[in-house]
């Protein structure tokens, strides 16, 4: 009888060629835009807070007057004192004694099994930042459009979504069901799921929020930056500063009641408008790859130039041409649906202690695993960043949202 790949598969040789090859999406882009120069980042956050006086008011002591009638009473400048606390991020990684040693070089393995984990858990945890960069701190990856179905729930974006990922779901403050597994993401248009690999206990609703275990809105307040859905926003307190008390303390938003709409040249030129009369500036356009491709569209229909530009920074897409010049428009696959976020980069600050590093004030990055059952030939490390996302004024950032993708 002849031999068959089948007889003969217990002493055939597996032969793995080359690197790893990256299946998950990496970019960045509105964290490497926000961080992309010395101006964007600073590591000056000693003490609890980090607090800088903004000009929110003029003098009201001026006027005109005939002969001989009062003067106008002395007035003087307005200010207040806005307050950013940093918010504090972890991300950990486990190997056995003898995934380290039985790895440490490539004839062993793909990749050096510690390499793999470091620089995996990097690329994770700054891929986190840039989801949490477009939040308003509350944690949320995705939001429930009803009650689930079995272990299926339907959201209203699922692309932030990856399985594997651990999550709560919350109402409000409280946290509804713990510790969920994510076992698959539909994407389908009209579908847009996530389903766990287990039933919920208490059934979602409407507007209920999925936030990764442990990350979300509490009453003690946001666990996550303060992204650019708190910051470009024209109401609710930021910073400390009440925009009801300080009129000034709020961004420009042009919505259309949550009914989508679709992507104007006539919009966009009123938004730059809006935060010229605010005294403010536009310095980039962020959006989805749909308002790209509706914006793309739009370009082509008014027949303008479509062509892919460079922008300083090595950052490359469309422009926005205003009398004050070009805005670049760049897209991010991160970036929320149907919205366009026109952001001042120059008054936005990325406060940090130092980037991201290894818990080691005792010496050592590594620590060995040790449970009430004794200790085990396995170890874990830890990296944290200590950090908030800031603005200095809150008027020169823009929002237009309810656009349709194309």
Known sequence: ????????????????????????????????????????????????????????????????????EALPTPGQQGHAAARVGLKYAYGGMQLTGQAIALSDTDAKAFAKALDNEVEGLKNDLKKDMNRQIYGSGNGAIGTATGANTSAVVPVTDARLFQVGMVVDTQTGNTVDNTGLIVASVDLTAGSNTVTFTTTPGTATANNDIIVRKGSGVSAAGNRELTGLAAIIAASGTLYNVDPTAEPEWKATVNANGGTPRALSEALMIRMADDIRVKGGTTSLILQSLGVRRAYFNLLSQLRQTVNTQEFTGGFSGLAFTTDRGEIPVVADPDAPLNKQWFVNED???????????????????????????????????????????????????????????A
């Open 1 to 68: 009888m002849a031999a068959t790949l089948t007889s003969i598969e217990s002493y055939m040789k597996e032969v793995y060629v080359g690197r790893i090859r990256e299946q998950l999406n990496d970019e960045i882009v509105a964290l490497k835009r926000i961080t992309r120069s010395g101006s964007g980042v600073t590591s000056e956050v000693g003490g609890k807070y980090v607090t800088f006086p903004i000009h929110t008011r003029r003098n009201s002591g001026i006027g005109s007057r005939f002969e001989n």
């Open 347 to 405: 008054a936005i600050t990325y406060y940090r202690d130092e980037d991201w590093h290894f818990l080691d004030r005792d010496g050592s990055m590594w620590k060995q695993v040790r449970d009430s059952n004794g200790d085990y030939d396995a170890y874990y490390a830890r990296m944290v960043e200590y950090h908030e996302l800031g603005t200095d004024r809150r008027n020169t950032h823009g929002l237009i949202s309810d656009i349709t993708e």
